[in-house]
């Protein structure tokens, strides 16, 4: 399942790139969800991107963290509930982080949004949450992080961007995603819970 959201979002955000009307049909514009129906922008927002760099940072990150994950969920589920539960992470992933842009913009006719990084980021604080003594690492800190520390300093440097706002980028898709990420798994496994606790104390 992971290959096929991965080969779609390619596909398409190549598409968009090439197509602006289609990029534009495609497009999270609130206003439109809000006061014209348009709900399919909810979720087909997550399949474009701003430009080659945008979309190969997202789809690099949900390959190696997302298969990961997919593999430990069918190997802890079975076949059939492990693909459900990382089809549904992902996909309520993307409505999920679009709630708080969707309450602050939805009056805003001029703003608009794209990219499946809040997607992205429930898939990795799922990954944090059920397996946080793996080690990450970023393109530009090349030091192998505990996804335990990782985890709340993504959250806190989301945060203060969020609040200090005009950035281009969408924070609050990210934390949206972050949180939705975490309460999946506590729904799924609930034990999780308390043995990231544990690392703290």
Do not use: C
């Not at 997202?58 to 593999?71: K, M, Q």
């Not at 980028?169 to 949180?179: D, R, T």
């Amino acid at each position: 399942m992971l290959l096929i959201i991965i080969a779609l979002t390619g596909f398409l955000s190549w598409r968009a790139f090439e197509d602006q009307t289609l990029r534009d049909r495609l497009l999270l514009i609130p206003y439109k969800v809000r006061h014209q129906n348009e709900w399919h922008r909810l979720f087909t927002h997550a399949f474009i991107h701003a430009d080659w760099s945008h979309l190969m940072f997202n789809l690099l990150t949900l390959y190696f963290i997302g298969s990961y994950l997919e593999a430990i969920w069918i190997d802890a589920f079975g076949p059939e509930k492990g693909n459900f539960y990382f089809v549904a992470l992902y996909f309520i992933g993307i409505l999920a982080a679009t709630l708080w842009t969707m309450l602050r913009y939805q009056d805003n006719p001029a703003y608009r949004s794209l990219g499946a990084s809040g997607a992205v980021s429930a898939v990795l604080f799922a990954f944090i949450l059920w397996s946080p003594t793996q080690t990450l690492s970023l393109m530009f800190i090349p030091i192998p992080i505990p996804a335990y520390i990782f985890g709340p300093l993504y959250i806190a440097y989301e945060y203060f961007a969020f609040k200090k706002s005009n950035t281009g980028i969408a924070h609050e898709a990210h934390l949206g995603g972050a949180i939705f990420g975490i309460l999946f798994v506590l729904l799924i496994a609930p034990e999780k819970g308390m043995q990231f606790v544990h690392l703290f104390v």
